[in-house]
């Protein structure tokens, strides 16, 4: 059973720049949660995809865009990248919405 | 908005010894959960969840959740050096069934 993947791993941007991370869930998940953790803080919640469809925000500006696949992968994209941008983007993904999620390594961004 | 507090730390804790790690959450209507523990640098890995008042063990780990006092702890029996970590509590309610993450504690066993 594969885990979930995220690429890049690593990633360095300058202000302003637009960004697309990248999310394959784990084998039989069809719901997709991406969180943004800055240092020394707990994960916070973007957004949710369930078959497709967006199914939940949280408290991020509209900036913060996504997708899912009909495979259930999914991308995270920001726009106009601000410098507290900075942060571990973790995706996690669950059997479906409600269930328990499983997190993939993370993609550390830098803004500069 | 729901909120989940932890205690930052860092908790020290001898070898062997039991580790009690507390988490408090505002809304009295979650229904599940979660405990993470997150190594520096690396993602969260679920450890642990519970649904229903009581506890749940699961080898040297137990969740104990008590809805009336609206609380949350794990309990990290016999204590290992690789235990020392940070843990994360979260309950849904982040927007759909996104979770809402405490600040997570810092646990430290010393060998």
């Known amino acids: 059973e594969t885990g979930v993947t995220q690429s890049p791993t690593h990633l360095i941007k300058t202000r302003g720049q637009q960004v697309t991370l990248r999310c394959s869930s784990q084998?039989?998940?069809?719901?997709v949660s991406w969180y943004q953790q800055a240092l020394g803080q707990g994960p916070q919640f973007i957004f949710q995809?369930?078959?497709?469809?967006?199914?939940g925000r949280g408290n991020f500006p509209p900036r913060f865009s996504g997708l899912q696949f009909p495979n259930y992968s999914s991308e995270l994209n920001v726009n106009a990248l601000e410098l507290d941008d900075s942060a571990l983007y973790l995706c996690?993904?669950?059997?479906?919405?409600?269930?328990?999620?499983?997190f993939g390594p993370g993609t550390r961004l830098t803004v500069t | 908005q729901k909120e989940v507090e932890q205690n930052s730390g860092p908790l020290s804790v001898p070898e062997g010894a039991i580790a009690s790690l507390n988490c408090t959450y505002s809304?009295?209507?979650?229904?599940?959960f979660f405990w993470y523990r997150q190594y520096s640098g690396k993602s969260p890995e679920l450890i642990m969840f519970?649904?229903?008042?009581g506890d749940k063990e699961d080898g040297r780990f137990t969740a104990q959740l008590n809805k009336a006092s609206q609380y949350v702890s794990l309990l990290i029996r016999d204590s290992q050096p690789s235990d020392s970590a940070t843990y994360l509590c979260?309950?849904?309610?982040?927007?759909?069934?996104?979770?809402?993450f405490g600040k997570g504690t810092h646990l430290i066993i010393q060998p």
């Open positions: 084998s039989g998940h069809n719901t």
């Open positions: 995809y369930y078959r497709e469809e967006e199914n």
């Open positions: 519970i649904y229903s008042n």
């Open positions: 809304d009295r209507g979650s229904q599940s």
């Open positions: 996690a993904s669950s059997l479906a919405s409600g269930y328990e999620q499983y």
């Open positions: 979260a309950v849904p309610g982040g927007g759909a069934d996104g979770l809402t």
